[in-house]
């Protein structure tokens, strides 16, 4: 059974939650009920994106959030296109096998399906201008590439543990934004705003949980990639 909705008082109390416990909890939430979020609750998880850094402090995120059921569509439209290329050409053959992959591809498929139902979506964007590294239609070079994508997503990741303390369900896409010209068209972004990631938010109809990950001596190098100087026994990591 999920857990009854709270009080919009109540859901901003809980962000209190320990740091840690946020973190080790967090998952991607894609079933969510159709009940409304309070505008409260949302700009505060945004004010929260808000204080993580970016490139050179250009604090240059803008957020476009999405109630319409006009504008949930069309960005639906998108979504199942470049749904069934993704679940063509890379998904589907992993889910034949891999059980993991396949309660995720039935989660994504119930998200796409309901979403227009989805109370709020979170457009992400990031502004174009020299000094944030870029102007429109000019290449980037990686490392002002990296810099400037890269200030999009502490912000999300700070918004997502908003979330997550609150108990509101949230992930992170970007599949309806495949297509950045018909992305901006739809959300009335002018050429210098680029959409980078959807958030949908909603109160959950399951719950957050404990997640399974890679333990960290199979993903860390030391120096050089490949000396995997703490691979061996599972060690425990102290706070």
Known sequence: MPEPIPATADALARLDMPLVEAMMTQRAIRRVRPDPVDDAIVLRCI??????????????????????????????????????VFHRTSIRDIASYDDEMAKSVKAIEWQLEHFTEIPVLVIACLRLGARDGKVPFVPMPHAAASSFYGSIYPSLQNLLLAARSMGLGASLITLPLWNVTSARRVLGLPLDVTPCAVVPLGWPKGRYGPTTRRPVDEVVHLDRYGNRAWFGPRRTLQN
């Open 47 to 84: 004010e929260l994106a808000l204080r993580a850094p970016t490139g050179a402090n250009g604090q240059n995120w803008e957020f476009v959030v999405v109630k319409d059921p006009r504008i949930k569509k069309k960005l639906q439209r998108r979504y199942r296109i470049a749904w069934r």
